[in-house]
């Protein structure tokens, strides 16, 4: 199971963390990534997370966000600065069960996902 939290809304220019913290199963087995969709568009990469903690980050986020987990917590966080009107959308954590240490940037290479949480950056 998947909960995500750390959602709301923000002036463009503000930051949000947003956590998943992850029940079932082993933790440090699990490769992660955030996702994201707005109105009438695709779900959209956002930042993967390897088991050893090695990140990738779609190019409208790099520099912005930052992708961390934390083993001990079995959470995950993902740091947003600088938001920007075009960040707003629900944002998906999900789980990629994996005994290698590669991580995963489409949405179909993922098991579980969980429920969302809206994002909204006002200008």
């Known amino acids: 199971q998947l909960v995500e939290s750390g959602g709301g809304l923000v002036q463009a220019g503000g930051s949000l963390r947003l956590s998943c913290a992850a029940s079932?199963?082993?933790?440090?087995?699990?490769?992660m990534g955030w996702f994201r969709q707005a109105p009438l568009k695709e779900r959209e990469f956002v930042a993967a997370?390897?088991?050893?903690?090695?990140?990738s980050y779609t190019d409208s986020v790099k520099g912005r966000f930052t992708f961390s987990r934390d083993n001990a917590k079995n959470t995950v966080y993902l740091q947003m600065n600088d938001l920007k009107p075009d960040d707003t959308a629900v944002y998906y954590c999900?789980?990629?069960?994996?005994?290698?240490?590669?991580?995963?940037?489409?949405?179909?290479?993922?098991?579980?996902w969980g429920q969302g949480t809206q994002v909204t950056v006002s200008a």
């Open positions: 999900a789980v990629r069960l994996t005994h290698n240490y590669e991580y995963y940037v489409r949405a179909s290479e993922y098991n579980y």
């Open positions: 997370i390897s088991r050893p903690g090695a990140t």
């Open positions: 079932g199963g082993t933790f440090t087995n699990f490769a």
